[in-house]
């Protein structure tokens, strides 16, 4: 039985033709996502806010505006309601006071659930109360885990090949997160802890697919020292493209279907993931190899310094350039 590919074994894309494009294009939408973050800033989420989520599930559909003016009365600044998964469900939010404790918290929420009650005395309640404390605690952690994890991979990257590496993989990783930042400023998606464990994901699979290309680049350098860098470069993306494309596809699908069909509550954090495989598979391209070209990378730059000159290599000819 004939196997299927998607990639032709004698694939030869020119990716390092468009290095200079893909860069303008990056530099762009890292410099929009800053900017976005800057103005619009991040939908912050319960979680890294502070406050009360309530989430009501009325027998029928209920009036929003009703809803909506009862919350008002209470004096709770902050508050947005929205529909939750199904028109009978609504989602509660409202911001306390910097000042304000858990026990303020959970007073404010029993206030919500009373008023409500008063017209609607069958809705089912479930609240999630965040005092200020807590959130600024969990905002601080989350930042601080991304920043780790992305120091770790910088270093461990560092080590297992050279410097350079390190750099590319660290510069790929910023640009991956500061564009999904750019894309929850611009939705006004709620940003909780689900996104934060989203992006860490999304660091997570971008550096995946960045060491399985730096592996082989590495290979090759080591393999075909007279062949120029930029076409070594392409050889090496070529190479691994059917396992990029594969990857990519396969998680993407699975992504997509969720998307569309999975629960309400994760559909940031599916979004996140999904927004960022794309934006990974495509920095692995475009940023993490053109960086060797940036950063002076070449066939003779990881040679031990007493490299016998007179070692074997091989001297073949492959799309007309020298191994």
Known sequence: MRLLKLIPDDTNVDFMRWRKVGLAISLLLVLASIALVA??????????VGGQQVRATFTQPPPIDDIRNRVQALGLSGSSIQEFGNPNTLLIR?????????????????????????????????????????SEELLRSGALAIALAMLGIAIYIWFRFEWQFGVGALTTLFHDVVIVMGFFSLTQLEFNLNVVAAIL?????SLNDTVVIYDRIRENLRKFRKMEMVPLLNLSLNETLSRTIVTSLSIMLALLMLLIFGPEVIFGLTAAVLFGAVIGTYSSIYISAPMLVWLKVDSHSFLPKSGASGSAERVEHQEGYTR
């Open 94 to 134: 409202t911001a306390l006071p910097k000042a304000a404790d858990e026990a303020a918290a959970n007073a404010a929420g029993s206030r919500i659930r009373a008023a409500i009650s008063q017209g609607y005395p069958n809705t089912e309640f479930a609240v999630d109360t965040v005092s200020g404390k807590v």
């Open 201 to 205: 994901t999304i660091v997570g699979y």
């Open 39 to 48: 103005t619009r800033g991040i939908n912050f989420g319960v979680d890294f």
